[in-house]
């Protein structure tokens, strides 16, 4: 991977989710540069957390069972760090429908006593939060950049919008180093594949590799652009890495753009199996759904020097080649 990187042997770097999907690979690339690695992750069963997913450098990081809805472990373990990957998060769009406080309480209050911490604590620490296309809504031109209206068409987009300004208004106030990147759909290996709570792809490799038929809600002809995990973690390096990424919001996508259809029936011929139906939308997610999506990440481009590379079909492949291999840490 060419990343633009400033981290060094022994840089001292914490991970916020860091037993998450993106925050482990995350974990895998900064353990490989040399630094010296924290993860802090509440292990919720719900979300994305899992041991198994750090279990290639389980001696290399140190890990912290606590919740970043905790604001004293959080000052103690933001002290003497570098940089910070604010990655913890409660990413089900449906569960921040059914449960609205926890959404809140991790995504917008939790980020507050992060910036808190790092205030009063560490205020050199450089911080980069990883935000979501979500908070866009219903997209009113394609491909979406910065520019585009925030209009969130759940309470995880409100909550995510909410914690994604403090971390501006952290920088505009205090000078705190806060970068904030909005991803688009993010795969690869140690995603949730359980069930729907992180992204539709989940449940997808899930469904193949079981033998069961992918499920595509409503005709297939939805449009999305997707970032492979490695490429996601390439841009969270070079933003903390770039000077002029502090104070600044910037997409992250991809110009290659598939509909659903397209996805399933490229996913079903990677791994030489599989079928797709078409369903009816369920409510409760038909409510809550962004229609087609895909972003302008050419500021991302200019200012880290970032362009995802890596092919849908290489990114699938790698992908299922993982969960086949893992399916049972992960069911
Ligand atoms: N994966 C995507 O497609 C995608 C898209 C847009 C934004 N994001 C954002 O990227 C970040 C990482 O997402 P991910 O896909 O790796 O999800 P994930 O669920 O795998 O990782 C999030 C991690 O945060 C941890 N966590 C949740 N609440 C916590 C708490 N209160 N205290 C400590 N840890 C807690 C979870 O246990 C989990 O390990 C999230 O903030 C998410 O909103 C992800």
């Given at each position: 991977m060419q990343t633009r990187s400033t981290i060094r042997q022994g840089t001292k770097v914490l991970i916020t989710g860091g037993l998450g999907f993106i925050g482990s690979n995350l974990a895998l690339t900064l353990v490989n540069l040399g630094a010296e690695v924290t993860l802090i992750d509440s292990?919720?069963?719900?979300?994305?957390?899992?041991?198994w997913n750090v279990e290639g450098i389980r001696n290399h990081v140190a890990i912290n069972i606590s919740d970043v809805r905790d604001p004293f472990s959080i000052q103690h373990l933001i002290?003497?760090?570098?940089?910070?990957?604010?990655?913890?998060?409660?990413?089900?769009h449906v569960d921040s429908m059914t449960d609205p406080y926890t959404d809140l309480d991790i995504n917008a209050k939790a980020q507050l006593s992060i910036l808190e911490a790092c205030k009063n604590y560490n205020p050199a620490a450089k911080v980069v939060f990883a935000s979501t296309r979500?908070?866009?809504?219903?997209?009113?031109?394609?491909?979406?950049?910065?520019k585009h209206p925030l209009q969130p068409v759940d309470v995880n987009g409100v909550n995510k919008m909410a914690g994604e300004w403090y971390h501006m208004v952290y920088h505009q106030?205090?000078?705190?180093r806060t970068s904030v990147l909005r991803l688009t759909n993010t795969f690869g290996?140690?995603?949730?594949?359980?069930?729907?709570?992180?992204?539709f792809l989940g449940i997808w490799v899930r469904r193949l590799l079981e033998g069961d038929p992918i499920q595509i809600f409503g005709d297939g002809s939805q449009i999305r652009d997707y970032n492979y995990v490695d490429d996601v973690v390439a841009a969270l390096i070079a933003a903390a890495s770039?000077?002029?990424?502090?104070g600044k919001i910037l997409n992250l996508g991809d110009s290659q753009r598939y509909s659903l259809l397209d996805t399933a029936k490229l996913m079903i011929e990677s791994l030489g199996r599989g079928a797709y139906q078409l369903v009816e939308f369920p409510p409760d997610r038909k409510k809550i759904d962004i229609g087609d999506y895909y972003a302008d990440f050419s500021m991302a481009s200019e200012l880290l020097g970032w362009t995802p590379v890596t092919p849908l079909k290489t990114a699938v492949e790698t992908t299922l080649s993982f969960f086949n291999s893992n399916l049972k840490h992960y069911c």
């Open positions: 292990l919720l069963p719900q979300y994305g957390g899992n041991l002290k003497n760090q570098e940089i910070v990957f604010n990655l913890a998060g409660q990413t089900s979500q908070i866009y809504g219903r997209p009113h031109y394609l491909p979406v950049d910065e106030v205090y000078g705190i290996p140690r995603m949730r594949i359980k069930d729907a709570r992180q992204t770039t000077e002029g990424a502090f």
